[in-house]
């Protein structure tokens, strides 16, 4: 392609046309049922995951890539979402979601919707991609697929390195059904005594401390005459392949070896999930460390709320299963072919690059250019405010160099920051450890209730201490979810504030994979700000306003609210009133009836949802004025960017327009001032919204339509992916 396509979108001339508008704006005139339920559309959100894996124009190791994300995220989904409705269904509270629905009545949906999107899944791995995965040379195989030799030798691997791990355990009056590990892998087996005839239930676990799939290197010819069978073979062609045997049919294959004496009588898997979500008591605990650490323990106890079983388990086996997991039948979802496909990212990690995304590097921003010696980024501030934009600009060389040089700059007095969930070998925490034993002030507030991070941030917690580090566990009964980092630094006979603000993690491994934006400034007023929050954070401060940040959970959800007002009586006024919001999920009914309203009045509303959306786009009289598109790919779309048109202002910042972010967590959000900056989230906004750019877009009723249409007769050409788009925008010949 030439430059030419890769230049930014233009910002049409006026906002798109809108209705005119009604004399509809109280609450009380927008209809009962104007709010989506959030869990089925957090569902309909991993069906999008899962029409990646089925697009056949991904590369194919991509495809086998969404299928464990689906996977993965629908494991999290149970764990903690399904878990909560559960809670509250057997405490009786009956309290109903915001469109009507009742726990139960909610429960009895998602098991539908579940159980039709495991047989998807599965079928789009069966059906799809494990034979095109075939075709490329990697194969994913069973015991039956494999020669004699290879039997023999794999036979040998298990007795030298499975054998001696497994633990087959009986259960008879003199053993109990033993405790199922919640996301364990496992066979249910029946013996039968070849003395007395009596048949007898046992289990063994799958090791979860080994790959899921032992390796085969074997020959085509050998791939294709023994799992290809609607093929013809043609001999081998002395290729080797890659293949990979489920570590539960090498086991199944030996189960005589674990019960001497007994006939086999039938073998199948399951795999129970539970309830992971917990609370921890703030007020009667006065070490928060230790309360987590405790429930933590307790979270592998948790109560089923879902069993996911091989499809073709005897209905005897599901019963005895049902009856000693105490498992509700609804929570059963019969599953062909593989349990937990999450093991397929072991099949991703193939050095296989045709069959995957091509590598992409991510820029410098022009800021800090690349020169003989890194460009010392206080300088680069002090000239004006930087916007990053991971993973297309690169962390390492932005926000990660801003906190290396602040540890090693000597004039670098104090450097205060949240963290929320960092890498395994965080270079991040290593440089806020190197700046506490340089004598440097250090504040790193980690929040311990980062849900499924919880161990890895006490450990983390634990090291900052260690060396010096003032650590800090946040708010009683608030997470600290903001992305902010405070440097202190003497200028001669003066003290300044650099300040990064981010929507994403100091996490510079996911900032190579999800998008996000972040505000590095030396701006005074903010600098003023974060030092007012961090004292907030630290002690006794209970400052609620702020001059240039919105901060919850005080201000918000007023805030945003307040700046949709605005805009509707400025469009009122006549100016071009428009509002674009860009995040990973709205389900706040304040805000939603905001943008109603707005809708109403007239105001185009552009939202561009990752996730759940409980709002209704394009209904009469309520909501003709708003889109709602979402938009998957190869990144995950992570930050979080508001417009308001007719007032001239832009907002980033860590918050989601949900309950838990406005009223339960702290949350910042900074304004972006500089009009060059300003340029750059419009061009962002400008291609995610471009009318052919690939996304789906959300329908009145709910659904959820692809557009373009695929397999649509359009030309291909006219197809935008917006990732690639600004991909191309930041190559390196267009720095």
């Not at 878990?83 to 009786?92: H, N, T």
Request: glycine share 6%; proline share 6%; aromatic share 6%.
């Amino acid at each position: 392609m030439s430059d030419t396509d890769v230049q930014p979108p233009r910002l049409p001339a006026a906002p798109p046309a809108a209705t005119p508008p009604r004399s509809t704006t109280s609450a009380e005139q927008l209809p009962q049922d104007r709010y989506l339920n959030r869990e089925l559309s957090w569902l309909d959100f991993n069906a999008r995951v899962l029409a990646l894996a089925e697009d056949t124009s991904e590369p194919l190791l991509e495809r086998a890539k969404f299928l464990a994300i689906f996977a993965s995220n629908l494991d999290e989904f149970y764990m903690v979402r399904v878990a909560g409705l559960k809670r509250r269904a057997e405490a009786g509270l009956a309290v109903r979601s915001a469109d009507g629905l009742t726990p139960n009545e909610q429960l009895a949906l998602i098991a539908k919707r579940t159980q039709d999107l495991a047989v998807r899944h599965a079928q789009v791995f069966l059906d799809q991609v494990r034979p095109s995965l075939l075709a490329e040379g990697i194969a994913i195989i069973g015991w039956a697929d494999l020669d004699h030799a290879e039997r023999q030798r794999l036979s040998g691997y298990f007795q030298d390195q499975v054998f001696p791990v497994l633990t087959p355990l009986a259960v008879d009056p003199a053993h109990p059904f033993p405790y199922i590990s919640g996301l364990s892998l496992n066979l249910a087996v029946t013996v039968k005594d070849s003395e007395t005839g009596g048949e007898h239930f046992a289990r063994v676990k799958v090791p979860d401390n080994v790959n899921r799939f032992v390796r085969v290197t074997r020959s085509a010819g050998t791939v294709e005459r023994r799992t290809a069978a609607s093929r013809e073979p043609d001999g081998s062609t002395g290729v080797n392949l890659d293949a990979f045997l489920p570590m539960e049919d090498l086991i199944a294959a030996h189960l005589d070896q674990l019960f001497p004496g007994m006939n086999v009588v039938e073998h199948h898997s399951f795999r129970i999930t539970r309830n992971a979500d917990f609370e921890v008591d703030e007020d009667r605990d006065e070490d928060l460390l230790q309360a987590l650490e405790r429930e933590l323990a307790r979270r592998r106890f948790g109560s089923p709320v879902r069993l996911e079983v091989s499809d073709d388990m005897t209905e005897h086996m599901l019963e005895l299963l049902l009856r000693e997991l105490d498992v509700d039948p609804n929570d059963v979802i019969q599953v062909p072919g593989l349990l937990d496909l999450s093991c397929l990212w072991q099949v991703y990690g193939v050095d296989r690059p045709a069959l995957k995304d091509a590598p992409y590097v991510p820029a410098t921003p022009s800021a800090f250019g690349e020169r003989e010696t890194p460009r010392n980024v206080f300088a680069a501030l002090r000239e004006g405010d930087v916007l990053v934009h991971h993973p297309y600009d690169s962390f390492s060389t932005s926000v990660q160099r801003f906190i290396e040089q602040a540890a090693a700059d000597p004039q670098v007095l104090a450097i205060k920051q949240t963290l929320y969930r960092t890498s395994g070998d965080s270079p991040i925490v290593n440089a806020l450890i190197d700046a506490a034993e340089a004598g440097k002030q250090v504040v790193a507030l980690v929040e311990i209730k980062a849900r499924f991070d919880e161990q890895a941030n006490i450990r983390w917690a634990r090291q900052l201490e260690q060396a010096g580090v003032h650590v800090v566990y946040g708010l009683i009964g608030l997470k600290t979810h903001c992305k902010t980092c405070l440097v202190v630094r003497r200028e001669g006979s003066t003290i300044r504030r650099y300040c990064h603000i981010g929507t994403g993690n100091y996490n510079p491994k996911t900032a190579r994979l999800y998008e996000d934006v972040g505000l590095l400034t030396a701006a005074p007023e903010i600098g003023a700000d974060l030092t007012d929050l961090f004292n907030s954070l630290t002690g006794y401060s209970r400052k609620a306003n702020y001059r240039n940040l919105l901060v919850a959970p005080s201000s918000v959800r007023a805030g945003i609210i307040e700046r949709i007002r605005r805009e509707t009586e400025l469009a009122a006024q006549g100016l071009p009133g428009r509002i674009r919001l860009k995040c990973n999920a709205i389900v706040d009914e304040q805000i939603i009836d905001a943008l109603y309203r707005a809708s109403q009045a007239g105001v185009p509303v552009e939202i561009v949802v990752r996730g759940i959306c409980g709002l209704k786009p394009g209904v009469p009289g309520m909501s003709e004025n708003i889109e709602v598109r979402s938009i998957l790919g190869r990144f995950l779309e992570h930050s979080r960017v508001l417009h308001f048109q007719a007032q001239d202002q832009w907002w980033i910042g860590s918050a989601d327009m949900m309950h838990r972010n406005l009223d339960r967590r702290v949350e910042v959000m900074a304004q972006v001032k500089d009009p060059k900056l300003c340029e750059q989230l419009e061009v962002v906004f400008d291609s995610a919204l471009h009318p052919s750019t690939r996304c789906w877009v959300l329908q009145p009723d709910g659904g959820w339509r692809a557009q373009p249409e695929p397999n649509s007769d359009g030309p291909v050409d006219q197809v935008r992916d917006h990732q690639e788009f600004l991909m191309r925008l930041r190559r390196p010949d267009r720095q």
